[in-house]
């Protein structure tokens, strides 16, 4: 029997996959699955099991998933396509009968307005109605939504249409971490968890890096239109300048806040704030 991970290719995933070893899984009762050949060849390199798998391909999904215990369901990352992508998951996690499955999904997606969550929520919905047992991991942004964009904010300031909405980002890090506690310890099935790390604005954000880099970086908060025309005037594509701006309008209505509490007994510390992770992307 084994932890199947899929999307291991993927950030999230190859940490997941990370920390399931630093916790002692041994490798050959990993699997990790993705759809890039060389990068499963840099995972082999671990002594994980890889196999090739493609959430538009049931039949891949089928034979990856046999004598799966545990199955890690990394949500697919193609918006739009996801609820179609994650139904054949499902499904070929069921007709597997596999013993757990470990879901990443968006916080609050049960009642969030986030264009985002819609997928989500449908997939929540269909592991429900599986009849397999499961496990909800609800994650809010990644810190390294913002530290990666470190050099724009340095140059032009921070952007957004946020207003005074708190974040409760954390690093991918610790959600993979998260996650490997879960898979690797008794009592989550039927659980939900809303994870996040130490909430923060915007404007936080700017004074953050202001105060790290010596150089003063504002926050501009602009209409939801507006942001999404800035972001496609620096070259992003319509459809995910919306998507992204629309994530800013539910961060300012409290869509993207949760407590800590939930990732840090999974972690068994606090995760990762604002502060260390703009000082390690530094």
Avoid: C
């Amino acid at each position: 029997m084994s932890i199947v991970v899929t999307g291991a290719t993927g950030h999230l995933g190859r940490l997941i996959v990370s920390a399931l070893l630093r916790r002692g899984v041994p490798a050959d009762r990993i699997v990790a699955l993705g759809r890039d050949a060389d990068r499963l060849a840099e995972l082999a390199g671990s002594g994980v099991v890889t196999r090739q798998a493609d959430y538009d391909d049931p039949a891949s999904l089928r034979a990856a998933f046999a004598g799966a215990e545990k199955l890690m369901f990394v949500s697919g990352s193609e918006v739009g396509r996801r609820a179609a992508q994650h139904h054949h998951v499902v499904t070929a996690a069921k007709e597997a009968g596999v013993g757990l499955v470990v879901y990443t999904s968006i916080v609050k997606a049960d009642t969030s307005s986030l264009t985002l969550a819609a997928e989500h929520r449908a997939t929540e919905e269909e592991i429900r109605a599986s009849g397999l047992p499961y496990v909800l991991l609800r994650n809010s942004w990644y810190l390294e939504n913002y530290t990666g964009q470190l050099p724009t904010y340095l140059e032009h300031g921070v952007a957004g249409a946020a207003g005074d909405g708190r974040v409760s980002a954390a690093t991918r890090a610790d959600y993979a971490e998260a996650a490997a506690a879960v898979l690797t310890t008794e009592g989550h099935a039927g659980k939900v968890y809303e994870l996040g790390g130490a909430p923060f604005t915007l404007t936080e954000l700017a004074a953050e890096v202001s105060r790290q880099t010596g150089t003063d970086v504002g926050y501009t908060d602009l209409p939801v239109e507006k942001y999404t025309e800035l972001l496609v005037a620096a070259g992003l594509p319509e459809g995910y300048a919306a998507v992204l701006a629309d994530g800013d309008r539910g961060l300012a209505q409290g869509e993207l806040e949760v407590p800590v509490d939930d990732l840090a007994a999974l972690l068994g510390r606090a995760p990762a704030t604002l502060a260390e992770a703009i000082r390690a992307a530094r």
